[in-house]
């Protein structure tokens, strides 16, 4: 069999958690964390390694609270996803406080991970169905055909993502008739509305479909993705100018212009799990009382490792 790896992005601030790692906040019967599901149904699936991206400064936390734990369960490792990681000759712009974004933090791994491997959020709770279907695609698929990568996608209903607590942001996708992604925009401010979502546009309030497929940061990738991470990343950095302090290296972005220029194709995998995560202190309730029904309905194992 294949090796797999799962990487999950845990370097995030969490400044809309009141200030505190939510990545780290314990919302199982036993005082489990989101990763701790997440791990449990990637292994399960057939996963065989867990990369943990963090800050250098948590990582005492992370094995305190997870890394340590898991440890004993699968195989665990750790990159560092750190403002001042670039490339020669580039520099941090004075001001700059956060890293530069989901695209970076992948690009963290590369002299770690050399197998073809999913990417998820520290602070979402995905569902078994996404793991297991990418999974699949990652261990049957070749890789890469005629210089293209063969990508994959799990595709969430964006009604199945929405908070109920503030405005979300979501990769909004086009999806062909094969299955095929054509495009990912991401889409900020969406919100739950009578009707099911809107977004702003100017001073507007947009409708948008609850049906539509959307990313949610869950990606399947081959190990020579990274690569193209690499060099894209200084294509970033060479054209930034007014936005130097607040400009990111978002994943959804980086795939889309792959898949527009025929370097890449990405199969949408649909799933209809419900979504939810710690987006705000005021979800953290309702994850802690979903994941506690998800038990009782035997899902999950009241111990989970």
């Given at each position: ?68 734990r898991i440890s004993k369960v699968i195989d665990v490792e750790y990159a560092f996803q750190e403002i001042d990681d670039l490339p020669k000759g ?27 491997f999913i990417v998820i959020n520290a602070d979402d709770y995905y569902g078994k169905d996404a793991f297991v279907k990418l999974h699949d695609f ?168």
């Open positions: 069999m294949k090796n797999t790896t799962l990487v999950i992005m845990a370097a995030g601030i969490g400044s809309r958690f009141g200030g505190g790692i939510k990545q780290l906040a314990p919302i199982g019967p036993n005082g489990e964390i989101i990763m701790d599901y997440s791990i449990f149904d990637a292994k399960e699936a057939g996963f065989n390694k867990v990369v943990f991206v963090i800050r250098k400064d948590l990582e005492r936390d992370f094995m305190e609270v997870i890394g340590n580039f520099s941090v712009p004075e001001g700059r406080a956060k890293p530069w974004g989901t695209g970076q933090a992948i690009l963290a791994c590369k002299d770690i991970v050399k197998e073809p990652l261990v049957n698929e070749d890789m890469i055909v005629d210089s293209k990568y063969n990508m994959a996608m799990a595709g969430f209903i964006l009604g199945n993502t929405l908070s109920d607590n503030g405005a979300v942001t979501r990769g909004v996708c086009e999806v062909d008739e094969n299955g095929m992604l054509v495009e990912v925009n991401e889409t900020g401010g969406i919100v739950k509305t009578e009707t099911g979502a809107a977004h702003p546009v100017g001073d507007e309030m947009v409708a948008i479909s609850p049906d539509k497929h959307v990313s949610m940061n869950m990606w399947g990738f081959p190990a020579e993705f990274l690569n193209e991470l690499e060099g894209r990343f200084v294509e970033f950095l060479s054209s930034l100018s007014d936005n130097a302090l607040k400009a990111e290296y978002l994943l959804p972005g980086i795939v889309d212009e792959l898949v527009k220029s025929k370097k890449a194709t990405v199969k949408v995998l649909e799933t209809k799990d419900k979504w939810f995560g710690v987006t705000y202190k005021e979800d953290k309730q309702f994850v802690i009382d979903s994941i506690n029904k998800l038990v009782e309905d035997g899902v999950y194992p009241k111990q989970l490792f």
